[in-house]
């Protein structure tokens, strides 16, 4: 498939996805919507690819929905948009693969959600995160009042989707809403430094991680626990759980075979 609004590229096992519409700051529109959905399904069959990095230009990682795109939809035209989202989003959550978002610049609205969507967050100095849709007489659509409360909490999740205001990189790292900041040069390569370390682990026990996480933040406790150790065991099923713990006994590094 050709890219229109993202750049794609394989390095070293690791798949980094760029957007790439810079003259409206990475505004997310259906057409980067439906590249990045085909891209995600693209990575996930794609066995050479086992961690996955999401970045945008140097000005902005995304600032949001295009508005110039959603002010003139009608309900059914915003739900069809904002339904096309989730299904894009929902292919980052659940990847069986690691994904990191490395935020520069602006992320603000979609973009915030779409960082969200991702398993960890980065950003460079400077960088500013919000949720500013209450300035548009809406509200966040794509996970700002959903995964943004179980990252940062209901009280900043609050702040921010009920002010509008947005938040520094050293804000969002006090509150947990990304793990590192960095200056603005050495983003990639702390991102990439982070996929590499990622991308040589077990993919079944990086997918086994991921799966657990993912799963015990939308059950009770007891339900989260029991298949914590369902799926923990299972893995004693596979070549890489033998290889990993027989590669430590033996004082060496450990070669997973996804088998
Ligand atoms: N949509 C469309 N175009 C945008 C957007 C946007 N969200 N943000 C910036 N642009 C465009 C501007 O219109 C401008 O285009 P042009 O040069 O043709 O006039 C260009 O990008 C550069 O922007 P500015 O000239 O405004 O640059 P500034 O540095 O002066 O300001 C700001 C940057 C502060 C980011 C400013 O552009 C701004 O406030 N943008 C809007 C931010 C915003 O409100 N985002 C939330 C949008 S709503 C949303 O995300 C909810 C969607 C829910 C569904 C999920 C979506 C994926």
Known sequence: MELKTILYEKDA???IITLNRPKALNALNDELI???TILMDDIGSDNEVQAVIITGGERAFAAGGDI???ANADSLQAEKFVE????AFDKIDRLDKPVIAAI???ALGGGSELALACDIRIAAEGSSIGQPEINLGIIPGAGGTQRLT???GPGWAKYMVMTGLPISADTALKIGFITKVVPKEQLMDEAKKIANI????????MKAAKRCVNYGLSVDLSSALSYEIKTWAALFSTEDQKEGMKAFLEKRNPVYKSR
């Open 13 to 15: 096992g690791v798949g």
């Open 34 to 36: 439906n590249e990045l």
């Open 68 to 70: 110039a795109f959603m």
């Open 84 to 87: 096309a989202i989730r299904v």
């Open 104 to 106: 520069s610049g602006l």
């Open 150 to 152: 179980r990252t940062v």
């Open 198 to 205: 990622m991308a040589v682990k077990s993919p079944l026990a």
